[in-house]
């Protein structure tokens, strides 16, 4: 584009948009309310459904509200075998994950963006390259690799085969944040006789803390969710995770009991949500801090 | 207000314009803390073993699955055979899997595109809106990805199921459509494709629009101000200064969003099974018909490497300006 | 990192003896070795070159007896797999207690999930910390029988039998090329359910026991409830392949035969498509138009016969015993008495043949308790365990005989299903079968019949191809 051209266009449109554009915010407190609504929709639905009895889950006329409200799905719910027992190995793993992740992740990033050495471009491409893989094809091998290491039915197994899963993703998606911050800070840092450690922990680190946050939101979600490796690679039922309890209210004998599914299913949701209100705060703090402004 | 220089300098080079005390960028050889020695192999090992340990080698294990005929046989008893490429020719020369290889790449075309705009669309809307609405936004967004996918696929079937569906009845009352209570979706090629692409934009949204937002509330707010100082219009601001910053984590959003939907499957499966008459059969759909249903890991990991050297064929151009970007910044 | 390998050699050490091979199409220039010694090539840091320390279990390790009532095992227990919703805690006790009493040895029973369960015992049967007896889908055994997954019981087999008939659904599908691979652990079948009290009021006092009286009862159900919206007089989903199998049988048609060597698809064959004619017309004219193209069950699919007859929605449906509890559960307006079942009465003049459905018990290729494990099964396929606390589950038990038992003391709505049981039929015992089932072909072959979206001829041209390919491959 021409720098003229786009130069002349904001000055014809300045005396409307000046100062701030109230009809813009309109439009877009419209168009957020409206998102909302279709993105909800499901998650309401599902929501709806855990508080209706078995005759009323599917009706020709839908019922918006639950018109014979009822408690008994998530009763049911919390008492299916095994609840507190997996939600605990839940909690274990998926915290494992979070800080083996995190901690690998966030060094391999800073190597990856705030230093220079042979073979960096060849090691992004890799890293990218493996998560091209279909997953479904690497579940064997992976499985074969993790049983001659020993590592099936353990909770590190879990961990790090959640770990390796997520891995490459955070690193290229934290190194998009390290990548972001002004190298004026280490040149400053090294002016004044820093050593790398210190720049790397005393500044880089906590500049790139909502980069972090972010990409632990997706580990987290990851390894929460995840139903396949973690009923493969554990043997014992008492090593199953929470996934696995959600699983357990579809079978053939006793059909699909609805209710009980999405019941357990916001369950299994909250912590998800918890989990990203608590950080959303370190998010916002994070960002307001204004440390990125070099 | 705004002195031409400073708004002809912003249209080209916002960061520069907008912050005076950086210096330009692009004259120094080196950037980084060091230019060598041993910090980035003491940073990069520990995620270098746990990445080759327990990805890299079962590659290696699938590639060389790929030769043979490995299935539960060779799990239970040791036993297989090495078949060569026999495998890659029956693959290759079959027109069915080149089938679905092209309604993949426009499957994921769609996908990523739908998923990439709105999440932008949204990122901008977080930061345009009132406190009290971008609350509720990330609200939304976070309920929707938490949200188990046994559960959204359940609903799902739910909303577009013929008699009962909820999305049937609200389209129905809208009169729009004329009556569409009976329609099953998954049975009409087109319907399909549009139930299948709404789930998961619906579940890639969240991730799109959150790590967009979070990259875009590093931007330095100094470069907004100046140039709305300047009397640049809102698209303006947009294209020139979010946009800009945004590149790296856009490109990264859209390559990741390519590869995931290129895979794609559970929820295809969970739709359409493929069908209608194999219109919704994308290469996830067709390795597992043709491996795992029956676990013919040879078949299937040979599919996988055929389909993992096309997708990286088709992003090779996407995955180097990647990693140029990174390298320029 | 490697330095664990050698007490894991897992998956790829090599195979016991026990299981040869089964590929009918042996090719016998092809080199067969183990999956160690030509490993990889990748000699990384891992330990997948880690030479086999041959850990498997050969018949001489786990030496066996040949007298089951003879094996002992104090201080040894052995892991058994149920699966979700099948046999309850207290049936899993009186067989468990009654093992323990027999051997010493104790049980740890692990209940398993549905989902990708055939993933998961796949890559459990890899392992050297194999369960020693996994239950599963009747249909399912052949996948791992073919295999080397499972141990070859032929052996065993009149003992286990224990001087019962099995029925031909469970032990059909158990019975891999003569071998026997799994012992029948329980039944169900399915019969038509319907509401007693819509039918009293559309002037019908007696079950059919005819087709056409079938039909004609339906035509009263619809003139009296046909105005009512969604109103379907017998719900019958297209995609629901079990029922649509029905037709095909009653009509003398099949699924597959097996020539020699060679599975052949029947669906093409003039028997077969009267069937599936005489399907898609009852279909469409009794059920509702949206069911044509959905399943009674299924993730994408929450549409559930039981629910819809629950809601009042329909007057008759295909289903499990359980589905009457289900209803009444749903609709604790319904009970008993306003229900009824019969067998339906097929075009042939006879009770249509039903699918079979239940599982088999397996023991493990490398379980290290195989005798211990085969007393086990024997106890739970035991007449005892069988009539008793099974058959009080509501499940079907496993032999003519004892359904005979048990048959003269149920109640009459559950006689149907014992009738139903003697009269069944199960899918072909070839390897590939699940294939067919989890490819979605045969639920897509009905819908497509039902539907309409393709003729019976057409839609049984394209699965017969299907069949062929799948069942006949070996590779």
Request: include cysteine; hydrophobic fraction near 45%; glycine fraction near 10%.
């Amino acid at each position: 584009m021409s720098r003229t051209r786009a130069a002349r266009a904001p000055h014809a449109n300045r005396v409307n948009r000046a100062p701030r554009p109230t009809s813009g915010r309109i439009v877009a407190n419209t168009l957020a309310v409206l998102f909302c609504l279709v993105w909800i929709f499901p998650v309401y639905w599902m929501v709806n459904t855990a508080f209706k009895p078995p005759y009323d889950v599917t009706t020709p006329t839908p019922q918006f509200l639950p018109r014979h409200f009822t408690l008994t799905n998530f009763k049911a719910a919390i008492t299916q075998s095994h609840f507190l027992g997996d939600l605990r190995n839940s909690l274990i793993v998926v915290s494992g994950t979070l800080v083996v992740a995190i901690a690998l992740g966030i060094f391999a990033a800073a190597a990856l963006s705030r230093f220079r050495f042979r073979g960096r471009r060849a090691i992004l491409v890799v890293i990218l390259a493996v998560q091209m893989l279909p997953s479904a094809a690497l579940l064997i091998p992976m499985f074969l690799v993790f049983n001659k290491m020993g590592l099936l039915d353990h909770y590190l197994g879990l961990v790090l085969a959640y770990v390796a899963a997520v891995l490459p993703f955070s690193i290229w998606v934290m190194r998009g944040f390290f990548l972001a911050l002004p190298y004026e800070l280490e040149e400053a840092a090294m002016v004044d006789g820093a050593s790398t450690a210190n720049i790397l922990f005393r500044i880089l680190f906590p500049l790139v803390a909502p980069g972090v946050i972010a990409t632990s939101i997706f580990a987290f979600v990851y390894a929460w969710n995840d139903y396949l490796i973690a009923y493969t690679f554990m043997k014992d039922q008492s090593m199953y995770t929470l996934p696995v309890w959600l699983a357990s209210f579809s079978t053939p004998a006793t059909g699909t009991n609805y209710g009980g599914q999405m019941a357990a299913s916001v369950l299994f949701s909250l912590p998800v949500v918890i989990f990203f209100l608590a950080i959303q705060r370190n998010l916002v703090a994070g960002l307001s801090s204004g440390a990125v402004k070099g | 207000m705004s002195s031409p220089t400073a708004t002809t300098v912003a249209v080209g080079e916002p960061v520069a314009a907008a912050a005076p005390p950086r210096r330009p960028r692009r004259q120094r050889g080196g950037r980084g803390v060091k230019r060598s020695g041993l910090a980035p192999l003491l940073l990069l090992s520990p995620a270098g073993l746990v990445i080759i340990a327990l990805t890299i080698v079962p590659i290696g294990y699938l590639i060389w699955m790929s030769f043979t005929d490995a299935g539960q046989r060779m799990l239970f008893t040791g036993e297989y055979d090495v078949v060569g490429l026999q495998q890659y020719r029956d693959i290759l020369t079959d027109p069915s899997f080149w089938k679905s290889f092209a309604r993949t790449v426009g499957f994921t075309a769609a996908m990523v595109g739908g998923s990439v705009l709105l999440g932008m669309g949204v990122a901008q809307l977080i930061g345009k809106v009132g406190r009290v609405m971008r609350l509720a936004l990330t609200f939304v967004l976070i309920c929707a990805w938490a949200m188990p996918n046994v559960a959204s696929s359940m609903v799902w079937g739910w909303l577009f199921q013929p008699g009962y569906g909820v999305g049937n009845w609200l389209l129905t009352q809208t009169h729009l459509f004329g009556d569409v209570t009976d329609t099953n979706w998954a049975d009409r090629p087109g319907l399909a494709f549009v139930c299948i692409w709404m789930l998961i934009v619906w579940q890639a949204v969240p991730f799109v629009a959150l790590t967009l937002h979070a990259a875009q509330s590093q931007v330095d707010p100094a470069y907004y101000e100046a140039a709305r100082m300047d009397g640049a219009s809102e698209w303006r601001v947009y294209w020139t200064i979010t946009v800009h910053f945004l590149r790296p984590t856009l490109l990264l959003v859209t390559i990741l969003s390519i590869i995931w939907d290129f895979n794609v499957f559970n929820q295809i499966w969970l739709i359409s099974k493929g069908g209608p008459d194999g219109a919704t059969s994308t290469l996830g759909v067709y390795a597992y018909r043709n491996a795992f249903v029956s676990f013919h890991f040879g078949v299937g990991s040979a599919i996988a490497v055929v389909t993992t050297l096309l997708l990286l064929g088709l992003t090779a151009f996407y995955v180097r300006s990647l990693v140029r970007t990174g390298e320029e910044l | 990192m490697g330095r664990r390998h050698h007490e894991f050699p897992g998956a790829t050490a090599p195979g016991p003896t026990r299981a040869p091979r089964e590929n009918t199409q042996g090719d016998t220039l092809r080199k067969t070795r183990t999956l160690v010694a030509g490993a990889l090539g990748i000699a990384t840091a891992v330990a997948l070159t880690a030479c086999g320390s041959g850990s498997s279990s050969d018949a001489s390790d786990s030496g066996k007896s040949n007298d089951l009532s003879a094996v002992k095992g104090a201080g040894k227990t052995i892991t058994v797999w149920n699966m979700q919703g099948d046999l309850s805690d207290d049936t899993m006790k009186a067989i468990n207690d009654e093992f323990t009493k027999e051997t010493g040895a104790q049980v740890k029973v692990q209940t398993q999930q549905w989902a990708d369960i055939a993933t998961k015992v796949t890559t459990a049967l890899a392992t050297d910390g194999t369960p020693d007896v996994v239950e599963l889908g009747n249909t399912d055994v052949p996948l791992f029988a073919n295999s080397g997954g499972l141990a070859d019981l032929t052996d065993a087999k009149s003992q286990l039998q224990q001087g019962g008939t099995w029925l031909d659904g469970l032990a059909g599908p158990a019975t891999v090329d003569g071998k026997l691979y799994g012992v029948p652990a329980f039944a169900a079948t399915r019969t038509v359910i319907y509401n007693k009290s819509m039918w009293d009021q559309a002037g019908i006092t007696a079950a059919p026991t005819t087709y056409d009286e079938l039909t004609a009862d339906l035509d009263k159900v619809k003139a009296k409830f046909g105005s009512q919206k969604d109103f379907s007089p017998f719900y019958l989903p297209g995609r629901y392949w079990y029922d649509g199998l029905q037709w095909v049988w009653d009509a003398g048609g099949d699924i597959a035969t097996k020539d020699g060597d060679t599975w052949k698809g029947g669906l093409e064959s003039s028997e077969a498509q009267q069937g599936l004619n005489d399907f898609k017309t009852f279909q469409n004219a009794y059920s509702t138009k949206a069911s044509a193209t959905i399943n009674t069950t299924g993730t994408g699919q929450p549409d559930q016969d039981k629910d819809i007859f629950a809601a009042g929605k329909t007057s008759a449906v295909v289903g499990n015993a359980w589905e009457i509890g289900v209803i009444e559960q749903d609709n604790p307006k319904i009970t008993d008495a306003d229900l009824g079942t019969f067998p339906f009465p097929g075009k042939s003049g006879k009770a249509q043949p039903v699918m079979l459905a239940g599982s088999d018990w397996g023991v493990a290729a490398k379980s290290k308790n195989q005798d211990l494990a085969e007393v086990w099964v024997k106890i739970a396929a035991s007449e005892a365990m069988q009539t008793g606390p099974i058959a009080k589950q509501g499940w079907i038990p496993v032999t003519t005989e004892e359904i005979g038992t048990v048959k003269g003391t149920a109640d009459a709505l559950h006689q149907a299903y014992f009738d139903a049981a003697m009269n069944s039929k199960s899918t072909p015992a070839a390897a590939n079968w699940a294939t067919i089932e989890g490819d979605g072909a045969v639920e897509q072959f009905f819908a497509d019949v039902a539907s309409g979206a393709k003729s019976p001829a057409d839609a049984a041209k394209g699965f017969d191809d299907h069949l062929n390919q799948v069942l006949n491959n070996n590779g």
